[in-house]
Nanobody, 117 residues
Framework: QVQLVESGGGLVQAGGSLRLSCVASGIAFTFSDKAWYRQAPGKQRELVAG???????DYADSVKGRFTISRDNAKNTVYLQMNNLEPEDTAVYYCHLRAPISRNSYWGQGTQVTVSS
């Protein structure tokens, strides 16, 4: 079965940094498109950053220049480096993979990121 296990969330002061990790199993990680989404209370889930199997990246305007998505195919892990965090970044962050061929969508359990002012 496909599993996405997230870690790295927590409480941080504004201006601080966190690095989220998502370790995948049961999926062809290398050829999957990977992304991080977030959902704040009372808001819809939004795409934060994505990376294709080829390494192309996209970011929400609100995080450009502050967040970096990357992956280590040898470790089946996708990362989200979050720098200069703002209170508005407070949300539950979800790892997302879309499998090749089947195009099935898989979600991590979510990890809470709280940025205090």
């Amino acid at each position: 079965q496909v599993q996405l296990v997230e870690s790295g969330g927590g409480l941080v002061q504004a201006g601080g940094s966190l690095r989220l990790s998502c370790v995948a199993s049961g999926i062809a990680f290398t050829f999957s498109d990977k992304a991080w989404y977030r959902q704040a209370p009372g808001k819809q889930r939004e795409l934060v950053a994505g990376i294709t199997s080829g390494g192309s990246t996209d970011y929400a305007d609100s995080v450009k220049g502050r967040f970096t998505i990357s992956r280590d195919n040898a470790k089946n892990t996708v990362y989200l480096q979050m720098n200069n965090l703002e209170p508005e970044d407070t949300a539950v962050y979800y790892c997302h993979l879309r499998a090749p061929i089947s195009r099935n969508s898989y979600w991590g359990q979510g990890t809470q990121v709280t940025v205090s002012s």
